[in-house]
């Protein structure tokens, strides 16, 4: 428990696996090709709109859009990047529709936070959008077993889900055994 606003320091966290991110990253890419659609659209009806402006947005925007497009098809995780233009020039170019683009741009950056599950002495955190504890003298048992998070509910309920492991972070990675280890000692020391 360290500064002024009370983050937490776990000694387990959990990434749990995103289960549609290749769907959202696809809505995401037709929404930038409906926004370039409409943007040309907007310039061609009003000439004396700034075009060079809106030229060279379309310009750099389809060469973001092109990028994706690859990245996607190599089945790699898109750039936001473009998302956030579009949902930042939106209201200036295209006005009638910048509701729609700034959504597309918040949904994009909410779709790319991880879902984290905190491990403490103490209790246990879903940190997503809205954080949600859950204390041990709540389950029967939590444990990870094939690469699965499961946590047993003492109501009967049943959590399961994928973890993500990340290559890039191998000092940081612990060993099924390990955490189940540890879980137990923490689920015997509530009885």
Do not use: C
Not at 71 to 85: N, S
Not at 97 to 123: D, N
Not at 154 to 174: G, I, P, R
């Amino acid at each position: 428990m360290a500064n002024k606003d009370k983050q937490e320091v776990f000694p387990y966290v959990v990434v749990l696996k995103k289960k549609h991110q290749r769907t959202v990253d696809l809505i995401g890419i037709f929404a930038a090709i409906l926004f370039l659609l409409l943007l040309a659209y907007t310039l061609i009806g009003k000439p004396n709109h700034s075009i060079y402006v809106g030229i060279a947005v379309i310009v750099s925007f389809s060469g973001l859009l092109g990028f994706n497009i690859k990245k996607y098809w190599e089945k790699k995780p898109i750039e936001i990047f473009p998302l956030y233009l579009m949902a930042i020039f939106s209201p200036f170019l295209v006005p009638t529709q910048s509701f729609f683009f700034i959504a597309m741009g918040i949904t994009g950056f909410l779709s790319r936070k991880k879902e984290e599950i905190g491990f403490s002495e103490e209790h246990i955190v879903f940190k997503s959008l809205w954080r949600k504890r859950i204390l041990w003298a709540d389950l029967n048992n939590a444990m990870i077993k094939d690469g699965i998070l499961t946590l047993d509910y003492k109501n009967n309920k049943l959590f399961q889900a994928e973890t993500d492991d990340d290559e890039d972070n191998e000092e940081y990675e612990v060993s099924e055994d390990e955490f189940n280890r540890w879980s137990g000692e923490q689920l015997a020391n509530i009885n």
